[in-house]
């Protein structure tokens, strides 16, 4: 199976999207938002059974990017394709959206411990669009 990544960039507060898919299927589609230097917002879009190791795993593959030892995830929240808003790609009905927030060096104020990127990072290497 081969992957395509798909990154777009906006200037402004519009989040920075990636669309990644295998070739002829639907796309799963990630946003991060709300940035700042203690923490940034994922919207995580796919299948149910893969919506949140996906959401973990871009923000690993984020924090990874910015050098971040130590991230904690808030409790996600859960909702329907229809409640995402616009979409870059068109994806199934039946897929599941998932928002959570990262934060960097520290507990959640949900009370979620921190996590080292580094032992995260492995496993969610096994995605192609990880690289």
């Known amino acids: 199976m081969r ?3 798909i990154a777009l960039a906006v200037i402004g507060p519009a989040p920075l999207s990636a669309c990644s898919s295998t070739s002829g299927n639907p796309q799963f589609v990630t ?6 230097d203690k923490s940034f917002g994922i919207q995580a879009i796919a299948p149910p059974s893969v919506v949140r190791e996906l959401a973990i795993c871009k ?5 990874e990017k910015k050098r971040i030892e130590k991230i904690s995830l808030s409790n996600p929240s859960y909702g329907s394709v229809g409640s ?10 039946d897929w599941t959206v998932l928002n959570t927030t990262a934060y960097m060096n520290g507990p959640s104020p949900d009370g ?3 996590f080292s990127v580094a032992e995260k990072a492995g496993p969610c290497r096994a995605w192609d669009w990880y690289r």
Not at 84 to 93: C, E, F, H, I, N
């Open 3 to 5: 992957k395509i990544l």
């Open 112 to 114: 979620n411990p921190a």
């Open 59 to 63: 923000a690993v593959w984020f924090a």
């Open 31 to 36: 946003a991060f938002h709300d940035m700042s």
């Open 84 to 93: 995402a808003g616009p979409l870059p790609v068109k994806v199934p009905d």
